[in-house]
């Protein structure tokens, strides 16, 4: 079975520090994997997607995730925080099935706060 | 601005009622994805219509349904409403399947009194 853990409810961090927002995955198929970001009151928008090419990928914003396949991870990283990062954030594996019938498993989102 | 459009923004209403949300995806997107956003229960996939049809189920109750229009705009009913089904319900789009980029509208408030 498919699923996704984020291994952190919230985060904290100080302003210009490291980010770093753990995702494990579980994929009996080779996984497509996206992170998501929910700014407050606002819709959800794609940050970055692995779909087999590359391991390291790059998103907006300065984030970037690397595919670690012995691991099943696929950890979100920013190397100095901005306030404007204070969002909530979804790591999502596209799971079992072919093609376009492959489930979306949304993981329970982590909250990152920024402090000035 | 994604494209996709939901309609009402926000919408009040009782317990026992029905209510229809509504969604237009980005033009030339193919599918329509609805998700449950809650305090308690966090995002919730529902649903997946692609071309007109059912392609993925996931926490949707029965007194839920949806369908995807030939225009491809999207409904989601709800019925016999309870107060826990107060929630942001969001409607997503994709060109074709679940390996590519969801556009999210911005969502409808629901709130069951």
């Known amino acids: 079975a498919q699923s996704v853990t984020q291994l952190d409810s919230h985060v904290s961090v100080s302003e210009g520090t490291p980010v770093l927002l753990r995702c494990n995955y579980s994929?009996?198929?080779?996984?497509?994997l996206f992170w998501y970001v929910q700014h407050p009151n606002k819709g959800l928008q794609l940050l970055l997607k692995y779909t087999s090419a590359a391991t390291l990928v790059k998103g907006i914003n300065g984030f970037e995730a690397e595919f670690k396949k012995s691991e099943t991870s696929f950890h979100l990283t920013k190397p100095s925080a901005h306030m404007s990062d204070a969002a909530e954030y979804f790591c999502?594996?596209?799971?079992?099935?072919?093609?376009?019938?492959?489930?979306?498993?949304w993981g329970l989102g982590t909250s990152l706060a920024v402090n000035p | 601005d994604s494209g996709v459009t939901q309609t009402p923004k926000h919408l009040i209403t009782a317990t026992g009622q029905r209510v229809t949300l509504r969604c237009s995806p980005r033009?030339?997107?193919?599918?329509v994805y609805w998700y449950q956003q809650s305090l308690d229960q966090g995002l919730q996939f529902l649903i997946q219509y692609y071309n007109g049809e059912e392609r993925a189920k996931g926490n949707i109750l029965e007194r839920f349904s949806a369908q995807q229009f030939p225009d491809l705009h999207s409904e989601l009913n709800l019925s016999s409403l309870e107060l826990g089904d107060s929630a942001l319900y969001f409607c997503a789009s994709s060109v074709s399947g679940t390996n590519n980029e969801q556009f999210f509208g911005p969502g409808t408030r629901l709130t069951v009194l």
């Open positions: 994929s009996s198929y080779s996984p497509s």
């Open positions: 999502v594996v596209s799971g079992g099935g072919a093609g376009n019938n492959r489930k979306l498993i």
């Open positions: 033009s030339g997107d193919l599918s």
